[in-house]
Structures are given as structure tokens and as C-alpha cells.
Nanobody
Framework: VQLQASGGGAVPPGGSLTLSCAAS????????MGWFRQAPGKAREFVGA????????KYADSVRGRFTITRDGAKNTIYLQMNSLKPEETAVYYC?????????????????????WGQGTQVTVSS
């Protein structure tokens, strides 16, 4: 599985941005697609996830209600629509794919559960 993330950029506080993550290769093996972010000097943080079997989505508490994950199956692409962005959300955003299944959904909130990663795209929220 290969992942290609794109769509990052600079926006003012309160602005919106949509990130894309195109998957290729053995995409039928993907159980969950996740979005993470990492700010300078901080650990990689879970943002949200899309579950392939039932199109369910889960979000971190900090972004719920402002961020939305959608998928275009024909393009093997997932999107992260981000609204009302805050300066503290400046980070490199990564998409990831997990082929393993876990009994607990919360396992997918952990970066180590994902085997495949995109290259990351920078999001800067600043006036």
C-alpha cells in the first residue's frame, strides 16, 4: 500500500482546508484509514479515522464537530475537511493505513497500529 497526502497550506485562524490522501497498491487490504498530525517537538497525535467495512468515522475530541473525513471509493482517496482551524493546529498532517483488525476501536487511535504512512503535508494556521 502506498499513500500520497496533499492539500496542505497556510490559512488564517478560523479558516478551512481540505487534505487528500490517495491510496494505491493493495487497497482492498485496508481496514482503516487514519489521519494524524505532529507539531514541532510534540508526539504524533490522532485526528480521525475511517473504517472501511462500514464507513464509520471516529474523531479526536479536539476536532470533533470541526473536522470531517470522507472517502471517494472510485479514486481510493480519503479527505480530511478541516474547519475553524486554530493556530495550535499547525502541524504536519499524515494519513495512514491499517490492515490489521483489532477488537477495540481505540487501538486505531494509536499511531503504531498503522503499517503504512503517507509523506505528510504541512498545515500552518497563522494570521
Amino acid at each position: 500500500v502506498q499513500l500520497q497526502a496533499s492539500g496542505g497550506g497556510a490559512v488564517p485562524p478560523g479558516g478551512s482546508l481540505t487534505l487528500s490522501c490517495a491510496a494505491s497498491g493493495c487497497t482492498s487490504d485496508i481496514a482503516v484509514m487514519g489521519w494524524f498530525r505532529q507539531a514541532p517537538g510534540k508526539a504524533r497525535e490522532f485526528v480521525g479515522a475511517y473504517f472501511s467495512n462500514d464507513a464509520r468515522t471516529k474523531y479526536a475530541d479536539s476536532v470533533r464537530g470541526r473536522f470531517t473525513i470522507t472517502r471517494d471509493g472510485a479514486k481510493n482517496t480519503i479527505y480530511l475537511q478541516m474547519n475553524s482551524l486554530k493556530p495550535e493546529e499547525t502541524a504536519v498532517y499524515y494519513c495512514a493505513a491499517a490492515t490489521r483488525t483489532f477488537a477495540s476501536i481505540r487501538q486505531y487511535y494509536i499511531a503504531g497500529s498503522y503499517e503504512y504512512w503517507g509523506q505528510g503535508t504541512q498545515v500552518t494556521v497563522s494570521s
